[in-house]
């Protein structure tokens, strides 16, 4: 599975932006897609994630309310929705997905990743 993601930028502080990730290749085999973030000089950090067939979405507990996740099968593209931006959320943004079913907030349950795309929010 190859994934690109997109959608990066900078922002100003409260406004919002939608990141998108394409997946491409042997599809079929990601049950989970997610969207981490890392920030400089910091961890990789689990944002959201989203079941390929059902549609079930989770998003970490310090962001929901702000951000969100869905699909498009038809596109085989995820997005993250990003709301009420703050410069804490300056962060290269990666989506990921994994071949096993359930969620998963840890970094090395994912196999595939893609490329990052760059978060800047002023203040």
């Known amino acids: 599975v190859q994934l690109q993601a997109s959608g990066g930028g900078l922002v100003q502080a409260g406004g919002s932006l939608r990141l998108s990730c394409a997946a491409s290749?042997?599809?079929?085999?990601?049950?989970?897609m997610s969207w981490f973030r890392q920030a400089p000089g910091k961890e990789r950090e689990f944002v959201g994630a989203?079941?390929?067939?059902?549609?079930?979405?989770y998003v970490a507990e310090s962001l929901k309310g702000r951000f969100n996740v869905s699909r498009e099968n038809a596109k085989n593209t995820v997005y993250l929705h990003m709301n009420s931006l703050k410069p804490e959320d300056t962060a290269n943004y990666y989506c990921?997905?994994?071949?096993?079913?359930?969620?998963?907030?840890?970094?090395?349950?994912?196999?595939?990743w893609g490329q990052g795309t760059l978060v800047t929010v002023s203040s």
């Open positions: 290749g042997r599809t079929r085999s990601a049950t989970v």
């Open positions: 989203i079941s390929w067939s059902g549609g079930r979405t």
């Open positions: 990921a997905a994994k071949n096993s079913y359930g969620f998963a907030t840890e970094a090395t349950r994912y196999f595939y």
